[in-house]
């Protein structure tokens, strides 16, 4: 059985403040872990005085004789410590940098990477069978990522401070292509009050995609740690600050529309709550077919110009169309939204007849606007043409087996707070 020691990644200020809350007059200062005096002998590694050290190298200590009682590390950015955070950056989150100690007691290996360009300070206690106790210290520093060679997080999705859907994935966006896709996997730990299951997926080489093997269970909160400090996302290229997202998920709201029926049921934790008329695309052509599968309401608009131009039929060729729409939500990339059809109205609930939306009356629309989240849930049936899992959010048009497969990892991330399936560091480390 694992057991963690769990550690905090300090700031440069933070750092002075724990010394000199921790030291005392008189009180002895920790050795080197070459220097010999009663209690168990202690190994770190990296050894002390090493220079640019890979920040994906893991710490590590162990002991001869004795049981690891404490694990400290404390990094300094040397240009944070001297200048401070220039004005108006946005400070990266400080997480916990946890270690997991061995069942005996005498071997603990850090979770998580290092931060590249610090000066790190390593400071372990362990205590023999008599009660003898000895603290060894080891200092060194790693290795600064370069200009060009800096992983950071572009975008992500949601944000913290939101309320969404609980079919909201959770999406991040790098600067750079990711290779070592798994150590990067390995990096995000989510982590919710409800447990479950869950796994990631790359859209491309910069997009990373976590949905868990259901929708969320409605009401909680769900954070997503992104320690991307020191993990090597592919040669030379090292995550230069950690990320925090916490988010909340609401109430369950889930559409249901099987196309032929020409209607829209919308459910609010179980119940229905509204019945809508609709009507869908006229399906003569594959571009105004609309798609069946599970969707999730990505973006909303109170007025949208809707221009198919933008999905690839330019003005000119068959099909092209230029509507003002108001009331318009997102479901997919290829141009579905659901929106108020005004000149539409007879058609509405009898007959389908749109470019591939889901027309509404402006009351409906309007009343679906309002209560939809990021997230939420419409799926639709009873057509030829299938939404493609990497259409706006169809993630969930992969099987759970066929997500999981996906993966890199190869295997579930629980949302416990147990940690990630597989290791962090750089192979062979």
């Given at each position: 059985m694992k057991r963690r020691v769990h550690l905090r990644a300090v700031t440069a200020t933070a750092v002075l403040v724990l010394l000199s809350a921790c030291t005392s007059e008189g009180e002895p200062e920790p050795?080197?872990?070459?220097?010999?005096?009663?209690?168990?002998?202690?190994?770190?590694?990296?050894?002390?005085?090493?220079?640019?050290?890979?920040?994906?190298?893991?710490?590590?200590?162990?002991?001869?004789?004795?049981?690891?009682?404490?694990?400290?590390?404390?990094?300094?950015?040397?240009?944070?410590?001297?200048?401070?955070?220039e004005e108006g950056d946005e400070a990266?989150?400080?997480?916990?940098?946890?270690?997991?100690?061995?069942?005996?007691?005498?071997?603990?290996?850090?979770?998580?990477?290092?931060?590249?360009?610090?000066?790190?300070?390593?400071?372990?206690?362990?205590?023999?069978?008599?009660?003898?106790?000895?603290?060894?210290?080891?200092?060194?520093?790693?290795?600064?990522?370069?200009?060009?060679?800096?992983?950071?997080?572009?975008?992500?999705?949601?944000?913290?401070?939101?309320?969404?859907?609980?079919?909201?994935?959770?999406?991040?966006?790098?600067?750079?292509?990711?290779?070592?896709?798994?150590?990067?996997?390995?990096?995000?730990?989510?982590?919710?009050?409800?447990?479950?299951?869950?796994?990631?997926?790359?859209?491309?080489?910069?997009?990373a995609v976590f949905r868990p093997v259901e929708y969320w269970e409605p009401y909680q909160e769900i954070t997503v740690d992104l320690r991307l400090a020191g993990v090597e996302a592919s040669e030379g290229?090292?995550?230069?600050?950690?990320?925090?997202?916490?988010?909340?998920?609401?109430?369950?709201?889930?559409?249901?529309?099987?196309?032929?029926?020409?209607?829209?049921?919308?459910?609010?934790?179980?119940?229905?709550?509204?019945?809508?008329?609709?009507?869908?695309?006229?399906?003569?052509?594959?571009?105004?077919?609309?798609?069946?599968?599970?969707?999730?309401?990505?973006?909303?608009?109170?007025?949208?110009?809707?221009?198919?131009?933008?999905?690839g039929i330019p003005e000119g060729s068959p099909g092209h169309y230029r509507l003002d729409v108001d009331w318009a939500v997102r479901t997919s990339n290829s141009g579905e939204f659901t929106h108020a059809a005004p000149w539409n109205a007879g058609n509405l609930g009898g007959a389908n007849t749109s470019n591939g939306c889901t027309n509404m009356s402006t009351e409906d629309a309007r009343w679906f606007h309002d209560q939809a989240l990021m997230g939420d849930v419409l799926d639709t049936t009873g057509t030829d043409r299938d939404l493609e899992w990497d259409n706006g959010w169809g993630f969930y048009q992969r099987s759970w087996e066929e997500w999981l497969s996906h993966s890199v990892t190869g295997e579930p991330q629980s949302t416990d707070g147990s940690g990630t399936p597989g290791v962090v560091h750089g192979e062979g480390l």
């Open positions: 050795r080197p872990q070459d220097e010999e005096a009663a209690g168990p002998e202690v190994t770190i590694t990296p050894e002390p005085g090493a220079a640019e050290v890979a920040p994906n190298t893991p710490v590590r200590v162990e002991t001869d004789g004795g049981t690891i009682t404490d694990v400290r590390i404390e990094q300094v950015d040397p240009s944070e410590a001297a200048n401070g955070d990266p989150d400080v997480l916990d940098l946890t270690g997991t100690l061995n069942e005996a007691g005498d071997a603990w290996v850090a979770d998580w990477n290092l931060h590249p360009g610090s000066a790190v300070t390593v400071t372990a206690t362990a205590t023999d069978d008599d009660g003898e106790e000895s603290e060894f210290v080891s200092e060194f520093t790693t290795l600064e990522a370069t200009e060009g060679q800096r992983l950071e997080l572009v975008s992500n999705f949601p944000t913290s401070g939101q309320t969404v859907g609980v079919g909201m994935p959770v999406i991040v966006n790098f600067d750079l292509p990711v290779t070592n896709k798994e150590q990067v996997e390995n990096s995000i730990e989510v982590v919710a009050e409800e447990e479950t299951e869950g796994a990631w997926n790359w859209v491309s080489d910069e997009m290229v090292y995550g230069v600050a950690d990320r925090r997202i916490e988010f909340e998920v609401g109430r369950e709201m889930i559409s249901t529309m099987h196309v032929p029926d020409h209607e829209m049921d919308v459910t609010v934790d179980g119940e229905t709550v509204r019945t809508i008329p609709v009507s869908n695309g006229a399906a003569e052509e594959r571009f105004n077919t609309t798609t069946s599968g599970v969707h999730l309401t990505m973006e909303k608009y109170e007025s949208l110009v809707m221009d198919s131009a933008t999905v």
